[in-house]
């Protein structure tokens, strides 16, 4: 007996016939994606106009519920969590010997920045 619904099992086959999962329609937007140009685009205005909404009701744009910080758009809860996923990074960047902005670049010696972020005053 599968555990799979209805539409779990629909969006299966369309992404592998190539398929938009949201409206069955051929092409998709780009290679590795499983939605069509016309879905991805009504995708991402739902999405601002959500941002929107709650950025003008002062709400965390990731939750909406919760209140967001003073001055800020997100919850203690997701800037805590951002901040804690930057400091894994930075740190493997900074033992990598990477700058922290241009991670193919390599940083000044003794720096966490490359040679243009020192002159862009970063």
């Known amino acids: 007996m599968s555990t799979l ?3 779990q099992t629909r969006s299966r086959m369309l992404k592998a016939s ?3 999962t949201r409206c069955g329609s051929m092409p998709l937007a ?7 140009a016309y879905c991805l685009r009504r995708m991402k205005l739902a999405a601002r106009a959500r941002r929107v909404e709650r ?6 744009r990731n939750h909406g519920d919760r209140p967001a910080v003073a001055g800020r758009r997100s919850c203690q809860a997701c800037l805590d969590a951002d901040l804690a996923y930057k400091q894994v990074r930075w740190r493997a960047l900074d033992a990598a010997g990477k ?3 241009h991670p193919a670049v390599a940083a000044v010696e003794g720096k966490t920045r ?3 972020c020192i002159m862009s005053g970063r």
Request: glycine share 8%.
């Open 30 to 36: 780009a290679w590795n994606r499983s939605m069509c």
């Open 114 to 116: 490359c040679v243009a």
């Open 99 to 101: 700058c922290r902005d």
């Open 18 to 20: 190539g398929r938009c």
């Open 5 to 7: 619904t209805y539409f």
């Open 55 to 60: 950025a003008r009701r002062g709400v965390c």
